[in-house]
């Protein structure tokens, strides 16, 4: 949130990261944009009438920030290395989707726009700007793809219980790109007193700069507290990536953590020496496999960092899954949150540049990752972020001496999914789940 | 391209020659690319001139119902940039043709992500411009670049929102004829005509290029009404739309769609009976 | 957790709070409980070992201590006072129970013990020692009704992924009394190597006081916030009650806080005069109706401190919902949590010496509490809870300026419920529950 | 009391007087208290020395699944403490009856809480003692104050965990006999008689008072075990209460609980026996 204005605010091609980002969005929208762009840069990194004062305030009281860095002991010595959970399962709504609602809704009413609307895949990002909304007195209408609807009702229910409206979108396979294209249109329709509260790093710029700030503290609070609970930083921070803004928003203050870089500036208060190197690794939904079915349009997966082309979707430059002529792949994945064809365009650009490392697991390895943390030490996580824990598992021999991982949210939500899922397979971290129909 | 605007493009000529103008959109593919052949002579014959095709693209964020419901039709019927060309190829109309579609498609086509192998190939396959929908200025440089090195027109869309200095760049630019996106939201046939366009004409009046009226234009009436208003030309899509949709055979369209845009012509003719009543017609005031 | 011991200690009747608390419990038990008061006092009281700072410790990092103390701006602006939330809905899995099972699951470890066991009503004191008893790793098995095992699937299957087994109690109306009943059966047969972790601040002594105990962190932690966000005590707090867990949790620290008292101590830090009053409120669940049906042994509410009468259940002389000769009651209450037929013996003291008034509000008034904050606040409380957010309502006009009430858990967990309940009736706060079926 | 103690009540008489005694149980109301009536008069013939009636409490928290059945059963017919001493009142046994009840039947009996209005009302129906599983030494001196008052014995119980302290200062106070708990856990009818048994004989037979052992005894080899073991009684509730709740019935179980109480007895008989070959049966000390 520091010189990235200079660098980038006023060049005829804003807010790219390389070769990724831009503003792809229909003319009518390009004037929100614009302003978004203009009150991003007054108020987020400004810090304009407090607010940036007023958004850390609310995250602590109303959010519940600082969220623990925890020692997992048993992973610890499963593994045989000190690992570290940083609990955004932990915060209110039971994901670090409220960083991002809660700046953005607030945003907007600094903005004296009247009206929210988001588009929601698994409900997550959704019930994050319903609540965010309610609390902040702001209208509200979330579109949901009708198989995701009908797939997820708590989160429906959730919503509705918060007061916002949630518009089934029909169209398509009704998942969460059918989701972005139809708020999107919303946004088209009533740009003038609306804001359009994307829900991942993803989007025209301002976006994927704006949310990667709003869920950047996760980053700042946890290479804060490793230094104060194991007196350096990691060798590696792992965080799970759909849109990827858990990812940025854990790596954004690990980034600059080189060995190659720069000394850091005098001013850093941390006093560590500017030499010690972290590894970023984001781990993306390998879904079933990683082939693609180029005549159905589909990915069994959603691995767009490791297998993705570039191309141009939802406003924005960046890695996509797509046929050769250019039509989106539906992704698939066992997590719904992963499930995106495209990536954040500044995670494109750190995995091109070589900063942040792809991988993928699929989702056997995912729901293992599930069991293995809800059994061994009592949190039950996110499938999302059970895709960084089932990484975990396969690559901790690679990861040095020092890890922290990214718990990105609870899995309460996804409970019924983890029990069909199970019951289809031979999990070794699972607990006999027949009995559980007694 | 501001020097180059001087020098009058095909898609120019068709509008200020036919004053008043009637620009016609179907999705190339729906139902198929043999039926669109037909549509589209069909349209030229009615009266069309100027019309636009669709090459389908899965993501259609700028589009209503209508339109997003063409396209899923075309992809389903296998439609593919190449085919898309190939039809190109063959249709002969009097009206130039233009294509629609979003950024992505111009990107992919060809190996790598570049715009030019698709420039390359629309102009060679006869195309006379691109309208691209997720493309706002600011990102065009590129694709603006290969359509000047094709001759090629790219059009811009000025929409209700657009106000200002970003109006003045875009008219600044403008190539072919101004799209003036009628309403805000998305494509789709509307019962009337909105306050948003005669507000739009009235911020463009003071430009020297065509601009044509499009989103939600569906009957004579409104043509008439937004020629009135001080418009060179209407834009149809989502009318046309529906009348292939609603068509038990798809070759049951054919001679609707003929009709169609010669009701749409006739009402654009109209608007500029009663236009004729306040002021003279424009004339192209270079030859 | 000061003088106590030297009161209660060592005295004929241990574990008295007036004519309230003792230790009513099978002779096989009682060596344990002797057991268990000797490892309260050692390690609890005295911190030996450092039991204390390791329990403060893990809620910190693993349970997400401390919780916020939010005001709340739109209740706030509602009943024209300050409202201020202390949000235990944040604590992980969900409640402030956890505070309790994690500081018990703790104690048995430095005690030896071998096994966990605990009963639970709605599921959430038993997910919060499945996650307890992960976390430690120790073995645990819950006990719990079969109506609540059909009804609160969720937390069934959270409770088994954490690896927990879970015992279905097929006797009685299968709800939490008789889960109470079998657990004791358990531990009386499995003592030597097996702890019972209580739920609530019921049963023989020590649990009440070291329950409380556990869960005092709460007002601990809310009269500190309450003081550096609103630079005084505040006139009211309140809370639900039902076995009165968090009731005690939260008013432990504010019992001195009376206009009568003592002067506090020198050494008391705060710096706040010691003539500040505090009310203290106990909202129990009013259910349908306050009146009991003797013939069918049933009181269609859970209002125990405000209309129970005398007597010993499940180890403790305290109030209770019973027939006049001595039988217990089926309670009932749209919250499963509060659907308990005793209290914990030392709210009854309180209660009886006039420190803590009881209240209650029926099902209705408490629904319409979950609707508000979910729609003014963003934050869905439990239904526990949203008895005492439905009392705010009520009586606000007698709570003075400055109120803080306890949000004990989130309402998740009860979604389905207060779907249900709002669909048969015309509430006021509730979104249109019809257009849910969409 | 301790002064007291040296009084013999009916209880210890009966015990010491009848060795080895049998101790039968059975939930008074269960499944009516017309036939608990039958039933206790079956099991005085049948040669019980001694017999515990349940009175029905919602939370029987010490009992295992058979004694639960019993006890529901009886509050489904709607047994109350009133009903259940009018019964006593009517009933005519030779074994003298005791009371097996939970704490708080006996502190709601009479307008306040309080144990006093029980205790009276049990004298008067000519019960001869009370046993409360859900009351330790700790919490009984308001109820030992009380029976002491009306000359009826409180039976304390002595489990496998009573054990240093605990155990001397219960054995010190010990009314009517040493109810010793055979094997931690709950009531129930078990197939083989628990180590535990053994041990707690052992630790108790430098005490000179009369010890009963139950929990689990369920066929007579078990009642001659475990005299032989030292006991100077067995106790057999669930056993009788399995023969209740099989009878299609209520009459027809009158019989069996008669044979049951008298294989019961002669098995206790042959503990006697063969205990009679290592020591001589204790004699009651006192007159
Ligand atoms: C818990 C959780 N983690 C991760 C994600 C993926 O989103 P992102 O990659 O933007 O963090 C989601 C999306 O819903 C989520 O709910
Ligand atoms: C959220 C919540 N609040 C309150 C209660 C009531 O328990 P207590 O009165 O012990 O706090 C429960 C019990 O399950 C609960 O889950």
């Known amino acids: ?438 | 391209m501001s020097d180059e605007t001087s020098i009058e493009s095909d898609i120019e000529a068709a509008i200020r020659e036919n004053h008043p103008a009637l620009i016609t959109y179907i999705t190339a593919g729906d139902p198929s690319l043999e039926d669109t052949k037909e549509y589209v002579e069909a349209l030229d014959r009615g009266g069309s001139d100027l019309i636009e095709l669709g090459l389908p693209f899965s993501e259609p964020i700028a589009e209503g119902p209508t339109i997003q419901a063409a396209i899923n039709r075309a992809l389903d019927a296998g439609t593919t940039p190449q085919g898309f060309f190939e039809l190109v190829d063959d249709i002969e109309t009097e009206a130039p043709l233009l294509v629609m579609t979003y950024y992505n498609m111009i990107l992919q086509y060809g190996s790598e992500p570049d715009v030019k192998p698709f420039v390359e190939r629309a102009a060679e396959a006869g195309l006379s411009g691109i309208i691209v929908p997720d493309l706002p200025a600011e990102e065009s440089e590129p694709l603006r670049a290969a359509c000047d090195d094709h001759g090629l027109d790219l059009v811009f869309i000025v929409a209700p929102t657009t106000e200002g200095e970003r109006l003045e760049t875009i008219m600044s630019q403008v190539s072919g004829f101004a799209y003036v996106q009628a309403r805000l939201g998305t494509t789709g046939a509307r019962a009337n005509v909105s306050g948003a366009t005669h507000d739009s004409l009235a911020r463009l009046s003071e430009y020297d290029v065509p601009k044509a009226v499009g989103f939600g234009v569906s009957e004579g009436d409104h043509a008439a009404e937004i020629i009135e208003a001080g418009a060179d030309g209407v834009i149809v899509g989502s009318a046309l739309i529906d009348l292939i949709a609603s068509s038990d055979d798809p070759s049951d369209a054919i001679d609707a769609l003929e009709a169609k845009a010669a009701e749409l012509k006739r009402g654009a003719r109209r608007g500029t009976e009663n236009e004729a009543d306040e002021e003279v017609a424009p004339e192209p005031e270079q030859p």
């Not at chain 1, 690794?281 to 159905?296: F, P, R």
């Not at chain 1, 056997?364 to 059994?375: D, I, K, M, Y």
Request: aromatic share 6%; hydrophobic share 35%; net charge negative.
């Open chain 1, 1 to 438: 949130m520091s010189t990235e204005r200079e660098r980038d605010g006023k060049s005829s091609r804003t807010g790219t990261f390389g070769d990724y980002g831009g503003q792809y969005v229909p003319e009518a929208l390009m004037p929100a944009v614009q302003e978004l762009e203009d009150a991003y840069e007054r108020y987020v990194l400004e810090n304009e009438d407090g607010f940036m004062d007023e958004f850390r305030e609310r995250m602590r009281e109303f959010g519940g920030r600082p969220t623990p860095l925890q020692r997992a002991d048993r992973l610890s010595e499963r593994y045989d290395r000190e690992i570290y959970l940083k609990r955004e399962d932990l915060l209110h709504g039971g994901a670090h989707k409220l960083n991002n609602a809660l700046g953005q809704v607030l945003l907007a009413k600094y903005m004296g726009k009247e009206r929210i609307i988001a588009e929601t895949g698994a409900g997550q990002h959704g019930t994050a700007t319903a609540m965010a909304a309610a609390h902040l007195d702001m209208p509200c209408e979330i579109y949901m793809g009708r198989t995701d609807v009908n797939r997820q009702r708590p989160n429906v229910y959730r919503m509705r219980m918060n007061g916002a409206e949630v518009n089934p979108v029909e169209a398509g396979s009704g998942t969460l790109k059918e989701a972005i294209n139809e708020t999107m249109r919303d946004w088209a329709t009533t740009v003038e007193r609306t804001h359009y509260v994307i829900g991942s790093v993803v989007g025209p710029h301002p976006f994927p700069k704006m949310v990667r700030d709003f869920q950047s503290v996760i980053g700042t609070e946890a290479r804060k507290q490793i230094q104060e609970q194991a007196s350096r930083l990691p060798d590696s921070v792992v965080a799970c990536a759909g849109g990827g803004s858990n990812t940025m928003g854990t790596f954004h203050a690990f980034v600059p953590d080189e060995e190659s870089a720069e000394p850091r500036s005098a001013d850093d208060s941390s006093g560590q020496s500017p030499r010690e190197h972290v590894d970023l690794y984001a781990v993306e939904a390998g879904g079933s496999s990683l082939e693609i079915d180029e005549d159905e349009g589909l990915a069994p997966n959603s691995a767009t960092l490791s297998t993705g082309t570039d191309g141009v979707l939802h406003g924005a430059m960046t890695k996509l899954l797509q046929s050769t002529e250019g039509q989106i792949m539906e992704s698939h994945s066992v997590s719904a949150g992963l499930d995106y064809a495209g990536v954040g365009p500044e995670l494109s650009h750190l995995v091109e540049t070589g900063r942040v490392t792809p991988a993928s697991v699929d989702d056997e390895v995912a729901l293992n990752g599930f069991h293995r943390l809800s059994r061994l030490e009592g949190i039950i996580p996110a499938l999302e972020s059970s895709h960084a824990l089932g990484f975990l598992e396969e690559a901790h021999e690679d990861l040095g001496d020092l890890v922290v991982v990214n718990v990105s949210g609870r899995g309460d939500k996804d409970l019924e999914t983890v029990l069909e899922e199970t019951e289809k397979r031979d999990l070794a971290a699972a607990p006999d789940v027949e009995v559980f129909d007694q």
